[in-house]
């Protein structure tokens, strides 16, 4: 067939070919690893936004795992936390449940908090944390 030219179908499926071959037999991690402090009040800040953390993780940095749409928090190799991504600055995503281990030693602790306003506009339990009150 020299001189003749090849069918697309015929293109198409050598490419395919080769380009299967060439490819990774493990996954590729196209996030970015950041190490950021969890600061007193269990947070971590990326990108000018502040993500809860479990309280547990207060004080030692952690790894924070950052892709396109979501953000996930690592102590050692255990996934402690994720988010979902916020693309304005200055923002705050808080989960009610990183909170818990502190309500157990300060129960009053959370009524006018961010983390229960935020729970209650998400539906999380119809005041959340008005008990205390």
Do not use: C
Not at 29 to 55: A, H, I, M
Not at 61 to 73: A, D, I, K, N, P
């Amino acid at each position: 067939m020299a001189g003749r030219p090849a069918t697309t179908s015929r293109t198409t499926s050598t490419a395919a070919a080769a380009l299967s071959k060439s490819l990774p037999s493990e996954a590729f991690e196209t996030g970015l690893w950041l190490s950021p402090r969890v600061d007193r009040y269990s947070q971590v800040t990326v990108r000018s936004n502040r993500y809860s953390v479990p309280v547990r993780l207060i004080g030692p940095g952690v790894r924070v795992l950052l892709h396109t749409s979501t953000m996930e928090v690592y102590d050692g190799r255990m996934l402690a936390a994720r988010h979902e991504r916020m693309m304005t600055k200055g923002a705050a995503r808080l989960d009610l449940d990183h909170f818990l281990e502190a309500l157990l030693r300060k129960p009053g602790a959370l009524p006018g908090t961010t983390a229960s306003d935020q729970a209650r506009a998400a539906g999380a339990g119809a005041g959340a944390g008005d008990h205390h009150r």
